[in-house]
């Protein structure tokens, strides 16, 4: 993986992470606002309901508004009302305890201190002559009738009752402060907390997992890329010298050697060719960071091609006692290849085949051709392909299980490097195969049109 695609597919991975914890947190607070806004509702209902199941004895209010009237000293003596309004407004002491029974029954396990508070009072006989006996700018300047609550502000949570009638005009403020206000709201998204913070540690989770994953790939794909590199110019110092080698013996022999000899000498010429073409290849890979080479395409018949590649398999399997037919029997036998690519891939399935079969390997190598295509077909006898691992043979790393008694090793990249190349010719790969009874690879490519090339 090329460092700037690295760098991306962390970046992104990393982005889209951090939008989704943002998200998370956004809902996490969201919900949180709005239990509290519910609950701050439930509450003022609670505190109205309290309130108004209180008493007041309006006679003895009545009586003491006139006293108030006729009694201006009176009316600056702060301590002196307040000791007859908790006299008159008495029941109004237990609106905490209805509160706390109402949370109770409710199932709100919310603790609080409250305050009854008298905002404004004010007589009023009329507009001309009326009088202000408290006014409450500010919480500090209201008069305290019954609670716990100390210096408190106006963002305690207040509901505001009033007492009216043509002699008078009093405000009355139910002040709440929550104990640990947060930590009980808290508890009541107690699941939807544990989810989310579950969920975004997951996230994390996976992502750093993911970092570390790309990052040990890359340096795997570095280690990798370095090993193949210096093997491959390390080969090509012995490849060149048996080349030259190999060279000064087809002419001391030349046409003197019998045939026995000459034809594994000619096979040994082909495979150290291939093999440095293989190495030059392998390294314009590595140079160039691509997944394969670019095909050198070229116009040339099928079969005299398919013909080598199937002797140089007779020859390399010999000790195998492979029994092989070569029927070349297309009418038109003219494509578009690459001759090392496709030599490759051939000779991968023809390798498996002998990978896969038993101690009397058969195979035959025929070719078909109709108006737009060449057909080659591979069959063996082997031990076949369950129809289920037919798609997945072509996938890379893919090795299926095999009789211990053969010797199947491998990567499982033979069959996933044929259908690529395959495929780069604009060809296909077909497996057919029956358990225990052979598998058959057809390889399909397009017939060259006239003039191309």
């Excluded at 700018?137 to 609670?147: A, I, K, M, S």
Aim: hydrophobic letters at 40%; proline letters at 3%.
């Amino acid at each position: 993986m090329k460092k700037d695609r690295l760098a991306l597919a962390i970046s992104l991975l990393g982005l889209g992470s951090i939008l989704f914890l943002a998200i998370q947190a956004l809902l996490l607070i969201q919900r949180f606002q709005l239990e509290r806004n519910r609950f701050t509702f439930f509450s003022q209902q609670y505190v109205a309901s309290a309130f108004f199941q209180a008493a007041t004895d309006y006679p003895k209010l009545a009586r003491f508004v006139e006293e108030l009237r006729e009694n201006r000293q009176a009316r600056t003596d702060t301590g002196f009302i307040r000791d007859r309004l908790r006299s008159i407004l008495a029941d109004y002491a237990f609106t905490g305890e209805r509160i706390r029974e109402r949370y109770a029954r409710d199932q709100m396990a919310a603790d609080f201190h409250s305050a009854i508070m008298i905002s404004d009072f004010i007589l009023s006989p009329g507009a001309r002559t009326a009088s202000t006996v408290i006014q409450g700018n500010r919480p500090q300047d209201e008069l305290l009738l019954f609670g716990d609550l100390e210096g408190f502000t106006r963002e305690e949570m207040n509901s505001t009752f009033f007492l009216t009638n043509s002699s008078y005009y009093i405000q009355i403020k139910v002040y709440i402060r929550h104990v640990r206000p947060t930590k009980f709201l808290l508890g009541r998204i107690t699941g939807f907390l544990a989810i989310s913070s579950i969920t975004m540690l997951i996230v994390l989770t996976i992502f750093s997992f993911t970092v570390l994953t790309l990052l040990r790939q890359k340096k795997i794909t570095e280690v990798r890329r370095d090993f193949v590199t210096h093997v491959s110019h390390e080969l090509k110092t012995p490849l060149g010298t048996t080349s030259v080698a190999l060279s000064l013996i087809r002419e001391k022999i030349g046409e003197t050697a019998p045939p026995e000899l000459r034809e594994p000498i000619e096979v040994i010429h082909r495979q150290i060719q291939r093999l440095n073409l293989l190495v030059q290849r392998t390294l314009e890979i590595i140079a160039t960071e691509r997944s394969a080479p670019a095909l050198k395409l070229a116009r040339q018949a099928a079969h005299p091609l398919l013909k080598t590649i199937f002797q140089d398999f007779a020859f390399r399997t010999r000790e195998h006692r492979v029994s092989t037919t070569l029927n070349l029997d297309a009418g038109n036998d003219v494509v578009i290849l690459d001759e090392f690519q496709f030599t490759t891939a051939v000779q991968n399935i023809l390798d498996n085949a002998v990978k896969y079969s038993p101690t009397q390997p058969r195979v035959e190598l025929t070719t078909s051709s109709d108006r737009q295509q060449l057909t080659i077909s591979l069959t063996d006898n082997g031990i076949g392909i369950k129809k289920r691992d037919q798609k997945r043979i072509f996938e890379q790393f893919v090795r299926l299980p095999a009789d211990p008694s053969l010797d199947a090793k491998g990567l499982g990249l033979g069959l996933f490097f044929s259908s690529s190349i395959i495929k780069a010719h604009g060809g296909r790969i077909i497996c057919r195969s029956k358990w225990g009874q052979g598998s058959t690879f057809q390889v399909i490519l397009p017939l060259a049109e006239t003039g191309d090339g």
